[in-house]
């Protein structure tokens, strides 16, 4: 008889410290405990001194229990631990927490995670996706500019980033619109400058670049990128022709601006009842910026046709008329043909 009683009330306590202090002490609904450290992403030196800080609160102000000890584990991409330490005593009645110093580590990525401890429970942990490298502060981005300034609805333009990065560094960027990835690649091999579209709808877009160094991101990463920076991607209304060079357009019978657009925007259409003519390309046509000038690269084989009328031409033949157009050439040599006129029935 004896047995079942203590068998029962051995039964019954367990049963009610299954989910009580007793045992295993809880952290308090009403207490917080967080860790504070450097951000998720972040680009550290080999040898770096990660901060750690922890707060506790009260609702009522009252302070809290003192923590006994915080873990800190770090692992490598392959989830092997290269570094471990144990913070104890002084420094976390104090509140003086020392910086976690790395140990030399090896350029790559790592996870660094915290873990605060009470009465042998976690009642905290923070995990932060850490990028090494030898000179953190050598990989940055430094500007962004659009060209043209703003885009018409569904018009191309070209963005070109200042980005840098230390010679032969397997850099990678990655261009995000409203955060869709438009574009990613190398930095060696010019992923720094990308050709978009513009949205079919007017009004300011967010415009990322993100720079990752040490290569392209491994697919199930989700986290932030070590260095980014953000603009403002502003598409006009078609009829807009601010920031544009040549103009009104009323002053000119065909008017190309060639800023991503290929349409006629002079008012010859008008003039003879007809439509505005785009230009097509000829070869290889390609939009790019280079000395901050912007427009179309045409090699010696490349151009653009226009398959209509765009000078006054009469029954006896061409008007009177003045080209004005914008030119850049890296190279000139005699005989090139900057502009031919054929007539036909």
Not at 19 to 40: A, C, F, G, M
Not at 197 to 222: E, I, K, N
Request: with cysteine; aromatic share 6%; net charge negative.
């Amino acid at each position: 008889m004896s047995r079942l009683f203590v068998l029962t009330v051995l039964t019954v306590l367990l049963a009610a410290c299954g989910e009580s202090s007793l045992l295993t002490p809880e952290l308090s609904e009403d207490e917080r405990v967080d860790i504070q450290t450097v951000r998720d992403g972040a680009l550290l030196a080999p040898d770096a001194a990660v901060p750690v800080t922890i707060v506790q609160t009260t609702p009522d102000g009252t302070a809290p229990e003192p923590l006994d000890y915080i873990d800190v584990v770090v692992t490598d991409v392959a989830g092997a631990s290269v570094a471990t330490n144990r913070i104890t005593g002084e420094p976390l009645d104090s509140g003086d927490i020392p910086p976690v110093i790395l140990p030399d580590l090896e350029p790559g990525r790592y996870l660094i995670s915290l873990s605060a401890y009470r009465d042998g429970r976690a009642l905290a942990t923070r995990e932060r996706t850490l990028f090494v490298v030898p000179d953190p502060a050598a990989y940055a981005i430094s500007g962004i500019a659009i060209y043209p300034p703003s885009l018409a609805p569904e018009r191309r333009g070209v963005v070109q980033a200042s980005v840098s990065a230390p010679e032969g560094a397997r850099a990678w960027v990655r261009w995000r619109l409203e955060d869709e990835v438009i574009h990613e690649g190398y930095l060696s091999d010019g992923a720094d400058q990308v050709t978009l579209q513009g949205p079919a709808s007017s009004g300011a877009y967010s415009l990322s670049l993100d720079l990752f160094p040490l290569g392209r991101p491994p697919a199930g990463y989700a986290g932030p990128a070590p260095v980014t920076q953000q603009t403002r991607l502003f598409v006009r209304t078609a009829g807009d022709s601010a920031n544009r060079v040549l103009g009104p357009s009323e002053s000119y019978f065909a008017l190309y601006h060639f800023d991503g657009s290929v349409e006629d925007s002079g008012a010859g259409g008008e003039v003879t009842g007809g439509r505005p003519i785009e230009a097509e390309p000829i070869g290889s046509a390609k939009l790019r910026v280079s000395d901050r000038l912007f427009g179309y690269e045409l090699d010696g084989a490349s151009g653009f046709e226009v398959p209509g009328l765009i000078v006054p031409f009469r029954d006896d033949g061409l008007s009177p008329f003045s080209l004005n157009f914008r030119l850049r050439a890296d190279e000139l040599a005699n005989g090139v043909r900057i502009l031919t006129i054929d007539a036909s029935d």
